[in-house]
């Protein structure tokens, strides 16, 4: 059954660009309420994750070992071994969202972009309604100047889960195409955020430039 969440995170900035007359005590509280989204946000992702996860070793053992040992590869920046690993789990599971969308994002870890749109394309072919794959296609087709293909993706992996990196670069793709309004309001609602994070001065940095 689909779920869709709503894009809470811009929740914040509905209030706070559009409450006149809203003391800075209330504003402190909305951003407050909205950082314990985010979190839920963050645990919903988690879950989401987890349960493909246990899905995979219930029903893939050895996939899943594989897949294991890709991962903890990755952690190590051995990428091309964690690709290869991949590959070996999915000789056993071809069709599987937790293994398709990993794979594609390792190639594009390793800036590979042709088969890193290949496998999420596969991903999001097989299953449309995983955030992550949706988020890596987005990056993809962001970094490629196609405008609105990285918009549909990264609206849709939003409405799926709620991200500040996905907020963060739908952003970036409403700018890139010339909607500098849109692309203000999404990156002032990851500095309400999130103002310390990377992506947080990563946003700060781009509404300074749009106000140049």
């Not at 909205?34 to 996860?53: C, F, W, Y």
Request: proline share 2%; with cysteine; hydrophobic share 40%.
């Amino acid at each position: 059954m689909k779920t869709y969440h709503i894009y809470p995170l811009l929740l914040v900035l509905i209030l706070l660009l559009t409450g006149c007359g809203v003391s800075s005590k209330t504003e402190r509280g909305v951003i407050k309420s909205e950082r314990t989204a985010v979190q839920e946000e963050m645990r919903l992702g988690r879950a989401i994750h987890d349960r493909a996860l246990q899905r995979l070793k219930e029903m893939h053992p050895e996939a899943y070992a594989l897949y294991e040992q890709a991962r903890m590869a990755e952690l190590q920046g051995e990428l091309d071994t964690a690709i290869e690993t991949y590959h070996k789990a999915m000789q056993q599971v071809p069709e599987d969202r937790l293994l398709l969308t990993d794979l594609g994002m390792a190639y594009l870890r390793r800036e590979d972009i042709v088969p890193a749109r290949r496998y999420l394309l596969k991903a999001v072919d097989f299953d449309p309604d995983y955030y992550k794959s949706r988020l890596g296609l987005g990056y993809i087709y962001l970094q490629n100047r196609q405008w609105q293909k990285a918009v549909d993706h990264l609206e849709t992996s939003l409405q799926l889960l709620s991200t500040l990196e996905g907020t963060f670069l739908l952003g970036e793709a409403e700018e890139g195409r010339g909607n500098l309004s849109r692309a203000r309001q999404l990156y002032q609602t990851v500095v309400a955020v999130d103002k310390n994070s990377k992506l947080g001065r990563a946003a700060n940095n781009r509404l300074r430039s749009l106000s140049k």
